[in-house]
């Protein structure tokens, strides 16, 4: 089975700063990687497919990148309203999910 | 739009059955994989499996494949979860959730219904 692992586990930061979540596969996944934003009490979003393709009606700040087993997802300018729990997930194999990064405003 | 919508007892006795329905508006089942997620106290998301209206081919994450079955009724435009055997490690919020293709699995989802495994 393939295993996920992200890092940070959490972070904060303040507004407007540039965020980098990073996601690893235990093994090629190729592409088949997508991102999700879960804020509490609220069902998880999809924010990005495929490793890179931002889904309708994400903020264009979001981005996501890399290919194999290295990923990354990167917030460009940092908003209140991202703060939220953030995961990755494989879609290669059986839809692990990523331990998770929590992002907290400073 | 579409909405998905999970019911069903939140309360289930250890060693019992759960089971959950998840009620989908405003477009058809075809065409779509149907999934089911959960997420323990404190804990990051588990994807449980997923149906294939088309074929009704399953899929079930190994660590629940045992006891888990998925299924769907076309007419009443519902998709099912049956988890047997429960423990308190059962406890969670449980999301259905549906996508057009494997690369995007979980695209849309239901708000999430908590279910608590006790005595």
């Known amino acids: 089975d393939i295993q996920m692992t992200q890092s940070p586990s959490s972070l904060s930061a303040s507004v407007g700063d540039r965020v980098t979540i990073t996601c690893q596969a235990s093994q090629n996944i190729r592409n088949y990687l997508n991102w999700f934003q879960h804020k509490p009490g609220r069902a998880p979003r999809l924010l990005i497919s495929?490793?890179?393709n931002l889904e309708t009606g994400v903020p264009s700040r979001f981005r996501g990148s890399g290919s194999g087993t290295d990923f990354t997802l990167t917030i460009s300018s940092l908003q209140p309203e991202d703060v939220a729990t953030y995961y990755c997930q494989e879609c290669d194999d059986l839809f692990t999910f990523g331990p998770g990064t929590k992002v907290d405003i400073k | 739009q579409v909405q998905l919508q999970e019911s069903g007892p939140g309360l289930v006795k250890p060693s019992e059955t759960l089971s959950l329905t998840c009620t989908v508006s405003?477009?058809?089942?075809?065409?779509?994989?149907w999934s089911w997620i959960r997420q323990s106290p404190g804990k990051g998301l588990e994807w449980i499996g997923y149906?294939?209206?088309?074929?009704?081919?399953?899929s079930y994450s190994p660590s629940l494949k045992s006891r888990v079955t998925i299924s769907e009724h076309t007419s009443k435009s519902q998709f099912f979860l049956e988890l047997r055997s429960v423990t308190a490690a059962d406890t969670a919020v449980y999301y259905c959730?549906?996508?057009?293709?494997?690369?995007?699995?979980?695209?849309?989802w239901g708000q999430g219904t908590l279910v608590t495994v006790s005595s």
């Open positions: 405003g477009d058809s089942l075809t065409n779509y994989y």
């Open positions: 959730a549906r996508g057009k293709t494997r690369n995007a699995l979980l695209r849309t």
């Open positions: 149906v294939y209206y088309n074929s009704g081919s399953t």
């Open positions: 495929d490793a890179s």
